[in-house]
Nanobody, 123 residues
Framework: QVQLVESGGGLVQAGGSLRLSCAASGRTFRSYAMGWFRQAPGKEREFVAVISGSGGSTYYADSVKGRFTISRDNAKNTMDLQMNSLKPEDTAVYYC????????????????WGQGTQVTVSS
């Protein structure tokens, strides 16, 4: 029903920037909250940022506040994550997520995930 595809990952030096994109299918995109999670080797998947269906509300993990910006373009069914001032600890696989609302649990049956895109920040 809902399919997500991430792109834009790659290798960047510390202090550099990278922009990730998530392409979503279906009309449900416009009403779903969307966000980014990441998982580094040997670590749990963690929340990065989320944006409401309308784009009017955004929330960020403390570790990325002031450096990352989440946005969405409902006309194109895409959602982006602009990452600036990247640090080696930002290295992880980044996953796109969408769900019916900001309060819907990410582990529930109506939470959807992309395949992930690798971000590597070198020192």
């Amino acid at each position: 029903q809902v399919q997500l595809v991430e792109s834009g990952g790659g290798l960047v030096q510390a202090g550099g920037s990278l922009r990730l994109s998530c392409a979503a299918s279906g009309r449900t995109f416009r009403s779903y909250a969307m966000g980014w999670f990441r998982q580094a080797p040997g670590k749990e998947r963690e929340f990065v940022a989320v944006i409401s269906g309308s784009g009017g509300s955004t929330y960020y993990a403390d570790s990325v506040k002031g450096r990352f910006t989440i946005s969405r373009d409902n006309a194109k069914n895409t959602m982006d994550l602009q990452m600036n001032s990247l640090k080696p600890e930002d290295t992880a696989v980044y996953y796109c997520n969408c769900r019916p609302s900001l309060t819907t649990v990410t582990t529930g049956p109506y939470s959807y995930w992309g395949q992930g895109t690798q971000v590597t920040v070198s020192s």
